[in-house]
């Protein structure tokens, strides 16, 4: 055996050859998705939107890096089918050029990424960052679907708050997305939809049931619920407004309160999320139940 082991590439030429490899893949990428690099970060800085569009690839960063250990342990095995991946990678990345099509032409960085890994390292490594993977999905901003949610996020914002201000003992009538009391008018336009915080409330939401939670089941249900306790809230923000114009007048409920509002209604979903978290805990482990930490991928 030993007189065939000259036959077989040394450890470390098998290694320097991955390097290279990965090293040939990454100036391609460099070269092929710098220019949308730089207007997915210009489209966080300037729509208030997608400000949490920054933290996105922070935090996948940061969930590599606690799997350091689990990725150094698993076999190298490289996959020429990530190369099938990789062209379907760069075909949307075409397609979206040749469209204008942002939205298709940032989904292929997640495919690109995907076959880079499989191609080199194996599916097993794909597998074990398909969470950081999946989440930087949450980075791409789509305009399409902003546009779908954004006019009905208005109506039920509306509707909720109508309900919630009848309850407080203001009359009011609703048409459409706009409220009318007996003193003012109130407009639910688009940046009064709740699509900022649903987003930004949603992506926390994630990321706080990573780190404080490892079953999968209740990070799943969590995600869920951070939805209808943003479109709540966001009513109440609302409700609140209309409450502040009907008693102390327009100008009270302008500027600084209203941007104040927005933080502490924000904040306190937070603490419903978490408030959530530990009633569910206590309803799934049930009375003297230990809790058992579930291997997570």
């Not at 099938?84 to 040749?98: E, H």
């Not at 398909?130 to 546009?147: D, G, H, K, R, V």
């Not at 102390?248 to 309160?257: I, L, S």
Request: aromatic residues 12%; proline residues 5%.
């Amino acid at each position: 055996m030993q007189s065939l082991a000259w036959l077989r590439p040394s450890f470390p030429k098998r290694r320097a050859l991955l390097y290279g490899q990965a090293g040939i893949l990454f100036l391609l990428t460099a070269w092929l998705y710098a220019p949308l690099a730089l207007r997915l970060a210009s489209q966080w800085w300037q729509d208030p939107n997608y400000t949490y569009g920054f933290f996105v690839p922070v935090f996948s960063l940061f969930l590599l890096w606690e799997r350091r250990a689990k990725l150094a342990a698993l076999r190298i095995k490289p996959a020429w089918s990530g190369l099938v991946i990789l062209l379907c990678a760069l075909l949307a990345l075409i397609l979206g050029t040749i469209k204008s099509e942002f939205f298709l032409y940032r989904v292929s960085v997640l495919l690109f990424i995907a076959g880079v890994v499989v191609f080199l390292a194996g599916w097993n490594h794909l597998a074990a960052i398909s969470f950081p993977l999946a989440f930087l999905a949450l980075m791409i901003p789509s305009s399409t679907l902003l546009e779908q949610i954004t006019f009905p996020l208005q109506i039920i914002a509306s509707k909720t708050a109508s309900f919630l201000l009848t309850l407080a003992g203001v009359p009011v009538v609703r048409e459409g997305n706009i409220i009318f009391l007996p003193t003012a008018r109130l407009e639910v336009a688009e940046p009064c939809s709740g699509i900022r915080s649903l987003f930004s409330l949603l992506t926390l939401t994630i990321v706080y049931g990573y780190l404080a939670e490892m079953k999968i089941g209740i990070r799943v249900l969590l995600a869920l619920m951070a939805v209808p306790i943003a479109v709540l809230a966001n009513a109440l923000r609302i409700a609140f407004t209309g409450v502040m114009v009907e008693y102390w007048g327009v100008e009270r409920a302008e500027g600084t309160m209203h941007l104040l509002s927005g933080w502490l209604v924000f904040v306190a979903s937070l603490a419903v999320i978490f408030l959530l978290h530990r009633l569910v805990r206590a309803l799934w482990l049930g009375p003297g139940e230990p809790a058992v930490q579930e291997e997570y991928a």
